[in-house]
């Protein structure tokens, strides 16, 4: 059984989430307030949490932190009351998977809460492929065209860190935070210099690529 953890302290809105998605078939625990969330994430083994920011004790974002740098790859999808640009972004940037903006119709918030659960599964397949490429997450093995490519540690980080997030763009923060050890300094045209070396190695045309975009402004986001 799928298992859904729910962070809000809105009684009618974790009510609400709490009847839909037990109706729907997930097995759900709802908690109140950012402590309880952050303990009870690391306790038990969740599929998914619904995270609301505004929580009693520590904040939404804080909890998302948390869990991340303690390593969990649980999705986190992030119930944000202000359709706020900004708070997305940093939900986003600090390791939430999606986000939806209250008040939010349960068909979306279904559809999200699938679409990543389906996302999360495809995380578990051992291989990856895309153009001539192909990524064996068991072996740690890049292979074009049959012939294995010689990645560095740091470049297949970053690749498995693009593929597990296809379609979406990742700010430079995001990938420093993501592939590089905790607490090291390095800056955006490090990342740059790194994303360069990898093109190399996966793109048909590094110097007009196709997997591998860059958007002004923003970062990158993998295509493939
Ligand atoms: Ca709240």
Redesign the pocket.
């Known amino acids: 059984m799928i298992r859904i953890l729910i962070a809000?302290?809105?009684p009618g809105?974790a009510l609400g989430l709490e009847d839909d998605l037990t109706m729907e078939g997930y097995e759900v625990e709802v908690v109140a307030d950012g402590n309880t969330a952050s303990r009870r994430a690391v306790e038990s083994a969740f599929d998914l949490i619904l995270l609301?920011?505004?929580?009693?004790g520590k904040d939404g974002f804080d909890v998302c932190r948390e869990l991340r740098r303690r390593g969990m790859k649980t999705p986190i999808l992030i119930?944000t009351?202000k359709a706020q640009e900004a708070e997305k972004v940093m939900g986003l940037e600090l390791g939430a998977d999606d986000y939806v903006t209250k008040p939010f119709g349960t068909r979306e918030l279904r559809a999200r809460i699938k679409a990543l659960l389906r996302r999360s599964r495809g995380e578990e397949s051992e291989c990856y492929s895309f153009g001539e490429v192909e990524v064996d997450f068991a072996r740690g093995e890049l292979r074009r065209r049959g012939e294995v490519v010689e990645l560095t540690p740091l470049e297949f980080k970053l690749l498995e860190l693009f593929i597990r997030s296809r379609g979406r763009v990742l700010s430079r923060e995001r990938l420093l935070a993501g592939a590089w050890a905790p607490d090291t300094f390095a800056s955006d045209r490090v990342v740059d210099n790194h994303i360069a070396n990898l093109r190399r190695k996966i793109e048909p045309d590094p110097a007009n690529p196709r997997y591998l975009r860059n958007l002004r402004g923003l970062g990158y986001r993998f295509d493939g």
């Open positions: 809000e302290d809105e809105i609301d920011v505004m929580l009693p119930l009351a």
